[in-house]
């Protein structure tokens, strides 16, 4: 038994001419724009199976009933919606939703016959779960689709049966029969094209176009009317259209000739400006080409939808990324503060954005940074409490000031003359507290009335929070320098009062090496406290470290440093300058540095991964005199022994060509220390 003879047993019209007609595919790719899913269809039932009448997204012709959601539908006769078909139990089995393509959401309406019997479904399948399900707009739409579909099947199989009555009553009228199936196929056109007109576009600020190719007329919906503005009409000229594009995206629009040629993109995004108040929007037009008997395209029909406030929401999730990076990378609090004024002003096409410190005490805003647009003059400086007293009363409650016009706000009269002298007619202001004070507050100016989006004070609020948040750690920042300046500075006179009493201690002595020794190794501390001071005290690198402790000596010349980047701890840090300061001299004294060809090679390495890495570091002398080992052991022995103490080892080689030092130590304990 064939499909056709299996679907006469299940078909109530007796005839499958009813399921086969091909307008159905426009309810389908409707229904498909309607919920955006890459899938819709319109099933049919035979016994054990669905016949795809009509199908979008797919080339299958039939489906299984069994673990299926139009099985789902057809057994309970009430729209069904699965959110995730893999965790469903009735369609988990199904080998289109565990294998491929991996079907996951399901919407489908029962599609009933006048007798009330359900004989199949018009359903929308997504390959993602979606856990919303369909919103009720998109609801309410499909279920007027389904009673299309089947409207339109009534239609049909009236048509069909009219047909075959004419044909064996009028055999010798043929033509007369053909002028009525047209008239009648070219009615039913008309009411299907205008019932998805008005469903979708209720439904789901979706509009409907259908541009003839040949004629040039574009018959739309009325929501494509209202998304451009224009008064509503069924007919649009191409020419009224273009001329509704954006001046920088007409090049973008494909011509007749791309869309008849085949290489026409059938989806794109690009700016309108609104017939009605010129107001720019971004629209996604989507479609479909249909073609004649010979293959050329006819017809492109598909909808319109406003993305603007999708688009708006990407453009600004992306300045804030670019307050985010600008904030971490500005080498200054100034150059932060001019780059994310300049990132808002232009995102929010204002005509100044800047950032104010507030004094309670002197009540007074200053000017810290400001961006303005070409057509308004910039602003710094200090401003009065007085001045605008209304304003800083409002942002002492710690509350955002947003205005829209101030020549219409009475209750701002006061302060008109002080708005207007830096130009400003709407403003959002969004405050700074600190420990319950007003510190500080981002501003946003407009030279005309604006009417702030609920989407634009948020934006403005979010990025506000980022702004206060780097402005405080460049305070941090700026603080903690203050007291590591005021920390050294005390710490230096702290060595000179050292110094100055060695120097009392060793007046009556006539050796004075002693003294310059203690001396010198004094100045080589205060290199390393002065090195660490710089970093905060957090860390210091090995190169960095020697370079400081060679070039008071005057040997930087002569001593080769080699070796990868190494992070040395506070503690460190100070056991290193003073080994090699200790290394240094004795070599300006007795090694190669006080031989005029002499050189010293001063390199390290590593070895180990992770945790277990050690540093071997050399100090070898070259070019001096002849090497002997000492008879007896000093201060600067004793100290090139201890080295960096129990962070590692140190071993004195007495090579007979130069001294040689050799030093291991962990550099995690490095590092940390």
């Known amino acids: 038994m064939g499909a056709a003879d299996r679907l006469d047993r299940v078909n109530p019209y007796g005839d499958l001419a009813a399921f086969s007609d091909p307008d159905l595919n426009d309810i389908a790719v409707a229904a498909a724009a309607l919920c955006q899913t890459p899938i819709a269809l319109i099933s049919i039932l035979d016994h054990e199976r669905l016949w795809f009448s009509a199908r979008v997204g797919t080339d299958q012709p039939f489906g299984p009933l069994a673990n299926s959601g139009c099985g789902q539908v057809i057994a309970l006769k009430v729209p069904v919606v699965i959110p995730d078909m893999l965790a469903d139990p009735h369609t988990q089995k199904n080998?289109?939703?565990?294998?491929?393509?991996g079907l996951r959401f399901y919407a489908g309406y029962p599609l009933f016959d006048t007798q009330g019997k359900v004989v199949g479904t018009l359903c929308v399948v997504d390959l993602a779960t979606r856990p919303n399900g369909l919103s009720s707009p998109q609801k309410d739409g499909l279920a007027a689709l389904a009673r299309q579909s089947m409207r339109l099947m009534d239609l049909r199989q009236a048509a069909v049966t009219q047909e075959r009555r004419l044909t064996a009553q009028q055999l010798r009228s043929q033509r007369a029969a053909k002028r009525a199936r047209e008239a009648e196929a070219e009615r039913r056109h008309a009411l299907e094209k205008y019932a998805l007109q008005q469903a979708a576009g209720a439904a789901g600020g979706i509009g409907i176009y259908e541009y003839d190719l040949v004629s040039g007329d574009i018959t739309v919906s009325p929501e494509v009317c209202r998304i451009a503005g224009l008064p509503q009409t069924p007919t649009l000229s191409a020419e009224q259209w273009v001329a509704l594009i954006h001046p920088d995206d007409k090049a973008t629009v494909p011509t007749l000739n791309r869309i008849l040629e085949g290489t026409a993109p059938l989806r794109l995004q690009y700016r309108i400006l609104r017939s009605d108040d010129g107001k720019e929007r971004w629209v996604l037009r989507q479609g479909i080409l249909d073609h004649d008997e010979t293959g050329r395209p006819i017809r492109l029909i598909g909808t319109l939808q406003?993305?603007?406030?999708?688009?708006?929401?990407?453009?600004?999730?992306?300045?804030?990324?670019a307050i985010g990076d600008a904030l971490r990378t500005a080498e200054t609090r100034q150059q932060a503060l001019e780059e994310i004024c300049q990132l808002m002003g232009n995102r929010l096409n204002v005509q100044r954005v800047g950032f104010a410190r507030i004094s309670m005490r002197d009540e007074r805003f200053t000017v810290e940074q400001s961006w303005c647009a070409a057509d308004i003059p910039p602003i710094s400086g200090e401003f009065s409490f007085e001045a605008f007293r209304h304003t800083s009363d409002f942002l002492r409650g710690g509350s955002v000031f947003i205005l829209d016009d101030i020549t219409h706000t009475s209750w701002m009269n006061v302060e008109q003359e002080a708005y207007q002298?830096?130009?400003?007619?709407?403003?959002?202001?969004?405050?700074?507290?600190?420990?319950?004070?007003?510190?500080?507050?981002?501003?946003?100016?407009?030279?005309?009335?604006?009417?702030?989006?609920?989407?634009e004070t948020s934006f403005i609020r979010t990025a506000a929070d980022r702004i206060f948040a780097g402005v405080d750690e460049w305070d941090t920042i700026a603080r903690q320098d203050l007291i590591n300046h005021e920390i050294l500075h005390r710490l230096k006179n702290t060595l000179s009062i050292v110094q100055s009493l060695a120097h009392q201690g060793f007046r009556g002595v006539e050796d004075q090496s002693a003294l310059a020794t203690f001396t010198a190794r004094l100045i080589a501390l205060g290199s390393a406290h002065d090195l660490l001071m710089k970093?905060?005290?957090?860390?210091?690198?090995?190169?960095?470290?020697?370079a400081g402790v060679l070039a008071p000596l005057g040997v930087k010349e002569r001593v080769k440093v080699n070796g990868p980047f190494l992070c040395l701890g506070p503690d460190t840090a100070t056991s290193f300058s003073m080994v090699f300061h200790e290394l240094a001299t004795n070599a300006l004294k007795h090694g190669a540095l006080n031989a005029p060809d002499g050189l010293v090679d001063l390199s390290w390495t590593t070895e180990g991964y992770g945790p277990e890495t050690t540093m071997i570091l050399i100090w070898r002398e070259i070019g001096g005199p002849l090497v002997t080992r000492p008879t007896r052991t000093g201060f600067g022995i004793r100290l090139l022994k201890a080295g960096l103490g129990h962070q590692g080892t140190t071993e004195i080689y007495y090579d007979a060509e130069g001294l040689r030092v050799e030093m291991t130590a962990s550099t995690v304990s490095m590092a940390r220390q």
């Open 95 to 101: 080998t289109l939703v565990c294998g491929t393509p």
């Open 535 to 546: 970093r905060n005290w957090r860390s210091t690198d090995l190169a960095s470290l020697a």
């Open 306 to 321: 406003d993305v603007t406030p999708e688009r708006n929401a990407t453009a600004r999730l992306t300045t804030l990324l």
């Open 421 to 455: 002298a830096v130009q400003v007619v709407a403003q959002v202001l969004v405050p700074k507290i600190k420990g319950g004070e007003l510190t500080g507050c981002l501003f946003v100016h407009c030279s005309q009335a604006r009417e702030w989006t609920v989407d």
